[in-house]
């Protein structure tokens, strides 16, 4: 489930390295399960410049709205329009085909002030 | 300590995700709720409904107290006899609301159902007005009580209960009658056919297994909330509080004035309020684009703020955002919902969204 591939900010977005200076994002699948049936979700646009911790977008599920935030700076250069079209996507598929948004990196050092697979599972408990 | 209804194993036994839901542990959901929302309706689904308070009422002036004590009118219910049911308000002598309930006629006096979330405050409120009559009330925490909804409730109920096909098939809406210690009430908060059955707490768990065992399927609570607001039906505590009144809730139908001999609590104060006219009104928005409506958001119409949403949410039949709001009465068909930082079109209707199981909306 938290793979060693995969690295992890506390607000429970993940990441995973998708070439030499581009990672792919999601949010996890502890996420979707609090959240519940997801029915909406807002990616930023491609071509977006974003520091770590902004608030790029939101998943909404039926009960709540959650705030997507990015876990490192880059530039938008993808986003899962699956998802965008049908968000349960993200409910069955959270660390593969629920993937939300590619960044070409700023600053690749900002990955290793994340969480890595066992801290996040710790952290969520 | 959460309490715990007479289904509580039941509900862990169907992997139920647990929440405290005013100090009651109870299921949100078993997995998904938008696929509980859908099997009601489209066949069956249950609701444990054990935490709502079921209270008799007893006593030589049993009558005379509910007709003072509620703003609907219990007479109405002997034309019809024993196991009649009435949705009606609970008001305060301003005409605010303190609840809504569901009050039946009994072969003892009456029985009321009322929210779990008001408990307190319902019964200090009634134990005070029951002092000036000579009645009796008892909660009644052994029974327990379940909702049964769907198109095919009716079906699924006399398949466990086969001695009572024809009382159920011939049971018409709004009213009860009683087998074996059950209560079985053609009411429910859904939208769907069903029942909502008081069942006696010692053989609670087994009615629940039957059900199961023939396919009807558990729901939580976050289905409740989809189904009973495509239902355009009210949620205390957020459609309306004691700050309302009737009129501004869209209930002024549960307020019976028509027989003027008869005063009930709030009486004086909701006749002038509606007299003066000047209340805002409650309406269902249809939200035009992607997103969510939620409770709280403000509606805007010419850069004015005219009104508030007091539920909303994604409607898993509908396919859309829906909510119920309560607006100035000049309110045009087209407003703008504060979502976030957009403002998002919206477009107003009358309740309810979906009406015996079909859509209401183009």
């Given at each position: 489930?938290?793979?060693?591939?995969?690295?992890?900010?506390?607000?429970?977005?993940?990441?995973?390295?998708?070439?030499?200076?581009?990672?792919?994002?999601?949010?996890?699948?502890?996420?979707?399960?609090?959240?519940?049936?997801?029915?909406?979700?807002?990616?930023?646009?491609?071509?977006?410049?974003?520091?770590?911790?902004?608030?790029?977008?939101?998943?909404?599920?039926?009960?709540?709205?959650?705030?997507?935030?990015?876990?490192?700076?880059?530039?938008?250069?993808?986003?899962?329009?699956?998802?965008?079209?049908?968000?349960?996507?993200?409910?069955?598929?959270?660390?593969?085909?629920?993937?939300?948004?590619?960044?070409?990196?700023?600053?690749?050092?900002?990955?290793?002030?994340?969480?890595?697979?066992?801290?996040?599972?710790?952290?969520?408990? | 300590?959460?309490?715990?209804?007479?289904?509580?194993?039941?509900?862990?036994?169907?992997?139920?995700?647990?929440?405290?839901?005013?100090?009651?542990?109870?299921?949100?959901?078993?997995?998904?709720?938008?696929?509980?929302?859908?099997?009601?309706?489209?066949?069956?689904?249950?609701?444990?409904?054990?935490?709502?308070?079921?209270?008799?009422?007893?006593?030589?002036?049993?009558?005379?107290?509910?007709?003072?004590?509620?703003?609907?009118?219990?007479?109405?219910?002997?034309?019809?006899?024993?196991?009649?049911?009435?949705?009606?308000?609970?008001?305060?002598?301003?005409?605010?609301?303190?609840?809504?309930?569901?009050?039946?006629?009994?072969?003892?006096?009456?029985?009321?159902?009322?929210?779990?979330?008001?408990?307190?405050?319902?019964?200090?409120?009634?134990?005070?007005?029951?002092?000036?009559?000579?009645?009796?009330?008892?909660?009644?925490?052994?029974?327990?009580?379940?909702?049964?909804?769907?198109?095919?409730?009716?079906?699924?109920?006399?398949?466990?209960?086969?001695?009572?096909?024809?009382?159920?098939?011939?049971?018409?809406?709004?009213?009860?009658?009683?087998?074996?210690?059950?209560?079985?009430?053609?009411?429910?908060?859904?939208?769907?056919?069903?029942?909502?059955?008081?069942?006696?707490?010692?053989?609670?768990?087994?009615?629940?297994?039957?059900?199961?065992?023939?396919?009807?399927?558990?729901?939580?609570?976050?289905?409740?909330?989809?189904?009973?607001?495509?239902?355009?039906?009210?949620?205390?505590?957020?459609?309306?509080?004691?700050?309302?009144?009737?009129?501004?809730?869209?209930?002024?139908?549960?307020?019976?004035?028509?027989?003027?001999?008869?005063?009930?609590?709030?009486?004086?104060?909701?006749?002038?309020?509606?007299?003066?006219?000047?209340?805002?009104?409650?309406?269902?928005?249809?939200?035009?684009?992607?997103?969510?409506?939620?409770?709280?958001?403000?509606?805007v119409v010419n850069n004015n703020n005219v009104?508030?949403?007091?539920?909303?949410?994604?409607?898993?039949?509908?396919?859309?955002?829906?909510?119920?709001?309560?607006?100035k009465?000049d309110t045009p068909?087209t407003v703008l919902?504060?979502?976030?930082?957009?403002l998002?079109?919206?477009?107003?209707?009358?309740?309810?969204?979906?009406?015996?199981?079909?859509?209401?909306?183009?």
């Amino acid at each position: 489930m938290y793979t060693n591939d995969m690295k992890f900010a506390e607000t429970h977005e993940w990441i995973k390295i998708d070439g030499s200076n581009q990672v792919i994002v999601g949010i996890t699948h502890h996420a979707q399960e609090l959240l519940g049936d997801l029915v909406y979700l807002e990616l930023p646009q491609v071509g977006k410049s974003v520091k770590a911790r902004d608030t790029i977008g939101v998943v909404e599920s039926v009960k709540a709205a959650s705030d997507l935030y990015s876990p490192v700076s880059g530039k938008v250069i993808a986003v899962n329009d699956n998802a965008v079209q049908d968000p349960t996507l993200i409910n069955s598929s959270a660390h593969t085909d629920g993937w939300l948004f590619k960044l070409e990196l700023t600053d690749i050092t900002e990955l290793d002030k994340l969480l890595n697979a066992a801290d996040y599972q710790k952290l969520i408990g | 300590m959460m309490r715990q209804t007479p289904f509580y194993q039941n509900h862990l036994e169907s992997n139920a995700k647990i929440v405290d839901f005013g100090g009651w542990a109870l299921p949100i959901n078993y997995g998904s709720q938008i696929k509980e929302h859908e099997a009601v309706r489209t066949s069956c689904g249950m609701f444990d409904v054990s935490h709502m308070l079921i209270t008799d009422i007893t006593g030589a002036e049993s009558r005379k107290f509910i007709r003072y004590l509620i703003s609907n009118d219990v007479a109405k219910l002997e034309k019809h006899g024993i196991g009649k049911a009435l949705y009606s308000g609970l008001l305060n002598h301003d005409a605010g609301i303190i609840d809504d309930l569901i009050v039946y006629l009994m072969p003892f006096g009456y029985r009321l159902v009322t929210n779990a979330a008001t408990e307190e405050k319902d019964m200090a409120w009634i134990n005070n007005i029951a002092k000036q009559f000579e009645v009796k009330f008892v909660n009644r925490r052994d029974l327990a009580m379940l909702a049964v909804q769907g198109p095919l409730a009716i079906e699924k109920v006399i398949t466990i209960r086969p001695h009572l096909s024809s009382a159920l098939s011939n049971l018409k809406a709004f009213m009860a009658i009683e087998d074996h210690g059950c209560f079985y009430a053609r009411t429910g908060y859904t939208g769907e056919n069903g029942l909502e059955i008081m069942i006696p707490t010692t053989i609670a768990s087994q009615f629940w297994n039957e059900l199961l065992n023939n396919g009807v399927i558990p729901c939580g609570l976050g289905a409740r909330d989809t189904l009973r607001l495509e239902a355009g039906m009210n949620l205390y505590g957020h459609d309306m509080d004691e700050n309302f009144t009737p009129l501004d809730s869209g209930m002024d139908w549960v307020v019976d004035l028509s027989d003027e001999t008869r005063d009930f609590i709030g009486k004086s104060n909701y006749i002038r309020l509606k007299t003066l006219a000047e209340y805002d009104i409650q309406v269902g928005l249809i939200l035009n684009g992607r997103g969510v409506l939620r409770e709280g958001q403000t509606i805007v119409v010419n850069n004015n703020n005219v009104g508030i949403i007091t539920s909303g949410t994604f409607a898993p039949s509908l396919k859309l955002s829906v909510a119920i709001a309560r607006v100035k009465s000049d309110t045009p068909d087209t407003v703008l919902v504060q979502i976030r930082d957009n403002l998002e079109s919206a477009k107003v209707v009358k309740l309810p969204f979906i009406r015996n199981g079909k859509s209401l909306i183009n």
